[in-house]
Nanobody, 129 residues
């Protein structure tokens, strides 16, 4: 059974860092695209970062403008894990963060919720003094 589990959330002061992990089980994530989304209270879930078709040499990475230069997505193939490293965190980064997997065989970046079929349960990130 395909499962995704996020970890690494917590409370951090503005300017701090957190490292989120998305552990995939029940499937080889190299054949999937992985996206990170976040949802703040009262707001729509938005795409944060994605990496398409991990096994492809043409795999692409994308970030929403608000996190470019501060967040980095990477994969640990040996652990079937996708990591979202977050630096210079701001209060507006506060949200529940979710990872998602897509079985669409495309190297193009997938930034929409509808691109993904499988979702983890989320991990909370709170940026506050």
């Amino acid at each position: 059974q395909l499962q995704l589990a996020e970890s690494g959330g917590g409370v951090v002061q503005p300017g701090g860092s957190l490292r989120l992990s998305c552990a995939a089980s029940g499937f080889n994530f190299a054949n999937y695209g992985i996206g990170w989304f976040r949802q703040a209270p009262g707001k729509e879930r938005e795409g944060v970062s994605c990496i398409s078709l991990i096994s492809s040499s043409r795999s692409t990475i994308d970030y929403v403008d608000s996190v470019k230069g501060r967040f980095t997505i990477s994969t640990d193939n040996a652990k079937n894990t996708v990591v979202l490293q977050m630096y210079s965190l701001k209060p507006e980064d506060t949200a529940a963060y979710y990872c998602a997997a897509s079985d669409r065989a495309t190297w193009l970046p997938m930034t929409a919720r509808s691109d993904y079929q499988y979702w983890g349960g989320g991990t909370q990130v709170t940026v506050s003094l």
